[in-house]
Nanobody
Framework: QVQLVESGGGLVQAGDSLRLTCAASGGAFSRYDMGWFRQAPGKERDVVAY????????YYTDSVKGRFTISRDNAKNTVALQMNSLKPEDTAVYYC????????????????WGQGTQVTVSS
């Protein structure tokens, strides 16, 4: 089974950019659909972006459309989330997740999770 490790979080100001990277090991990364989720204090874990095993299709939650971009490099076993024009409401722990033949973008559809990386956006 694949293992996932996120990196790239941090403290930034509103309007700044961050790039999160998720490195996979131990499994056939190219076979997995990948998602980025986030969870703010006191809130549920929600999907932010999704990319299929073949890179098409992708999905973005409405609040990040036009600001965030998900991409993957199957040769390097990585998936990235480029986050531009960050807002305070983007503050959360961001998780990378892997699933096989994902049909519904809920946390239960993904089998493997990273440990999470904190993103804090100050106003």
């Amino acid at each position: 089974q694949v293992q996932l490790v996120e990196s790239g979080g941090g403290l930034v100001q509103a309007g700044d950019s961050l790039r999160l990277t998720c490195a996979a090991s131990g499994g056939a990364f190219s076979r997995y659909d990948m998602g980025w989720f986030r969870q703010a204090p006191g809130k549920e874990r929600d999907v932010v972006a999704y990319i299929s095993s073949s890179s098409i299709p992708t999905y973005y939650t409405d609040s990040v459309k036009g600001r965030f971009t998900i991409s993957r490099d199957n040769a390097k076993n990585t998936v990235a989330l480029q986050m531009n024009s960050l807002k305070p409401e983007d503050t959360a722990v961001y998780y990378c997740a892997a699933g096989a033949r994902v049909r519904v973008l809920t946390p239960t559809s993904f089998d493997t999770w990273g440990q999470g990386t904190q993103v804090t956006v100050s106003s």
